[in-house]
């Protein structure tokens, strides 16, 4: 079975700051994905960034990158230049397998940013 | 980019009634299509595997003749709670697997659909 672990239940940060989310995983597949999703009070989940667990180099999407070590089963997302409209609830989910498979989640980090 | 839609943003129904709720794809085909549901501060957890023309894999724990669920087209998917009860009171969010390259293992999520029994 696959776990994902999100230790941090709350954050703070700074405006202008970075901040790292911690996640770590679990699974005895070889073959499988990770990914960080913002969900706002609205509850929408917005996708911020995927990690393959073959892809070599560390996934980065503007601001977001994610700090994938495999032998560590860690996947941080690390938010370079915090913004307000960054504080939200941060969910770090895995898809084991190939093929059309659902995520499992972990427990979320709500994040504050804090002018 | 893919859109997944849900439809209704919110619903208040009295205890014993059903509820309905669709997720369509968009701009895109989804022979599969994943129901969740997250309660009050708590994490996004799977109910169900919809497959388009064949039975819904629910996940243990979950009644299925309690949550019904429908695939009957490549773009839809519904999800009918039966006699809900107040504890069925949560927010609910589909989401569908894409297959647009260079990222072919993405999900595309609905906004959800926040239920509350009275």
């Known amino acids: 079975a696959q776990k994902i672990t999100q230790t941090q239940p709350g954050m703070f940060v700074q405006e202008k700051e970075a901040v790292t989310l911690d996640c770590t995983y679990d699974?005895?597949?070889?073959?499988?994905?990770l990914f960080w999703y913002k969900q706002p009070s609205s509850g929408e989940m917005i996708f911020l960034i995927y990690q393959g667990s073959y892809d070599e180099q560390n996934a980065t999407e503007g601001r977001y990158s994610l700090n994938f070590q495999k032998a560590r089963k860690s996947a941080n997302l690390v938010i370079s230049a915090s913004q307000l409209g960054d504080s939200a609830m941060y969910f770090c989910?895995?898809?084991?397998?190939?093929?059309?498979?659902?995520?499992?989640f972990g427990s979320g980090t709500r994040l504050q940013v804090q002018p | 980019g893919a859109v997944v839609s849900q439809h209704p943003s919110r619903v208040i129904c009295k205890s014993g009634t059903s509820v309905k709720i669709e997720c369509r794809s968009l701009d895109f085909q989804a022979t599969t299509m994943f129901w969740y549901r997250q309660f009050p501060k708590q994490s996004l957890m799977l109910m169900a595997t919809?497959?388009?023309?064949?039975?819904?894999?629910?996940e243990q724990g979950v009644e299925k003749d309690k949550f019904l669920i429908n695939h009957a087209s490549l773009t839809l998917s519904t999800l009918t709670v039966t006699s809900a009860h107040p504890e069925d009171s949560s927010f609910y969010i589909c989401?569908?697997?894409?297959?647009?390259?260079?990222?072919?293992?993405?999900?595309?999520f609905g906004p959800g659909t926040r239920l509350t029994v009275l």
């Open positions: 699974t005895s597949d070889q073959s499988y994905g």
């Open positions: 989910a895995m898809r084991v397998g190939t093929g059309r498979r659902a995520l499992t």
């Open positions: 919809s497959n388009e023309g064949s039975k819904a894999t629910y």
């Open positions: 989401s569908a697997p894409g297959t647009k390259k260079p990222i072919t293992d993405t999900q595309y």
